[in-house]
Nanobody, 120 residues
Framework: QVHIVESGGGLVQTGGSLRLSCAVD????????MGWYRQAPGNQRELVAN???????NYADSVKGRFTISRDNAKNTVYLEMNSLQPEDTAIYYC??????????????WGQGTQVTVSS
């Protein structure tokens, strides 16, 4: 059983900052890529940023220079520091983790989502 727990969403004014956290626990052999996706009403879910266990990072063009993803491998936790937030960043943010539960079994797991609202 794998559990993903997200925290850190909320309401912030334009130009403000928020930090999201996502912890993965349970039956884990290893956790490879961890990342954040978001979905605004009427839109498809899109990648915001992800990071491999080796530290390679990938960002959506819309958040480059404003958001920073990091992780603590010992804690199987990923963070998303969001600065200079804009109303268009408003969405439900979902944590995603690429988990090996054994040497042979791998699957993608999703968190329940955390709401980020940026007021203008």
């Amino acid at each position: 059983q794998v559990h993903i727990v997200e925290s850190g969403g909320g309401l912030v004014q334009t130009g403000g900052s928020l930090r999201l956290s996502c912890a993965v626990d349970g039956r884990l052999f290893s956790v490879y890529t961890m990342g954040w996706y978001r979905q605004a009403p009427g839109n498809q879910r899109e990648l915001v940023a992800n990071i491999t266990s080796g530290g390679a990072r990938n960002y959506a063009d819309s958040v480059k220079g404003r958001f920073t993803i990091s992780r603590d491998n010992a804690k199987n936790t990923v963070y998303l520091e969001m600065n200079s937030l804009q109303p268009e960043d408003t969405a439900i943010y979902y944590c995603n983790a690429d988990v090996w539960t054994t040497k042979w079994a791998r699957d993608a797991y999703w968190g329940q989502g955390t709401q980020v609202t940026v007021s203008s």
